[in-house]
């Protein structure tokens, strides 16, 4: 069964203190990996597409990268409005022409001043 | 921005009415999805729409439905709301093409006493 697992659940972090989130995948034929962020009572904000292994995409303090099981979202020297949950969501050649994403349950960031 | 606005942003019924929420956006995306969060169950898909008058069910369909007459409205109904039902309800809606990314509302909070 094709599934994401996002880890951990949730981190909390100093200002300037960097890390990384996780998102694992079993899916066969990835066809692209998705990040979202989502601040609270606000809908997913797409933030990266990332499509083949290697793959890497940079906004701000964030960067994706991709290999065959798993993606990482670094964040480098965060601050308090880098807190949110990030979603991390993968298509696979199942979804044909509808485009349903099989999506995480999310990490839960924390960023402290 | 993808032009998306959801209607009501926050309802409060009772069980065993019908309630419709409506979605509605300005760039005539061909796709559009309706989504419900909660937590420990991330998003999961309700419906959704592939053109005008094609939809098809998501993973939780049931007690649901929904028409799409027009490119820029999409609306779910609830046919006889359930306490089950209560949650934070977003619509998403992804261009066509080659990118899969999807882009959120801002959601309706419904709630079902």
């Known amino acids: 069964e094709d599934q994401v697992t996002q880890s951990p659940e949730a981190l909390r972090l100093q200002e300037g203190e960097s890390s990384s989130l996780n998102c694992s995948y079993t899916?066969?034929?990835?066809?692209?990996l998705f990040w979202y962020r989502q601040d609270p009572g606000k809908g997913p904000e797409f933030l990266f597409t990332l499509y083949s292994a290697g793959e890497e995409k940079e906004k701000e303090r964030l960067k994706a990268t991709l290999t065959k099981k798993e993606s990482f979202l670094h964040i480098t020297a965060p601050k308090p409005e880098d807190s949110a949950t990030y979603l991390c969501?993968?298509?696979?050649?199942?979804?044909?022409?509808?485009?349903?994403?099989?999506w995480g349950l999310g990490t839960s960031l924390a960023v402290n001043p | 921005d993808a032009g998306i606005t959801q209607s009501p942003r926050h309802k409060v019924t009772e069980t065993g009415t019908p309630v419709t929420l409506r979605c509605h956006q300005t760039e005539n995306h061909r796709y559009m999805y309706w989504y419900r969060q909660d937590p420990g169950h991330g998003l999961r898909l309700i419906h959704y729409s592939y053109g005008v008058k094609d939809t098809d069910k998501g993973e939780v369909s049931d007690g649901y439905s929904v028409s799409r007459s027009k490119t820029e409205d999409f609306l779910l109904t609830l046919e006889s709301a359930t306490s089950s039902q209560t949650s934070v309800y977003f619509c998403a809606v992804s261009r066509d093409g080659s990118s899969y990314e999807q882009y959120f509302g801002p959601g309706t909070r419904l709630t079902v006493t």
């Open positions: 899916v066969s034929g990835l066809r692209g």
């Open positions: 969501a993968v298509r696979t050649p199942n979804a044909g022409n509808n485009r349903k994403l099989i």
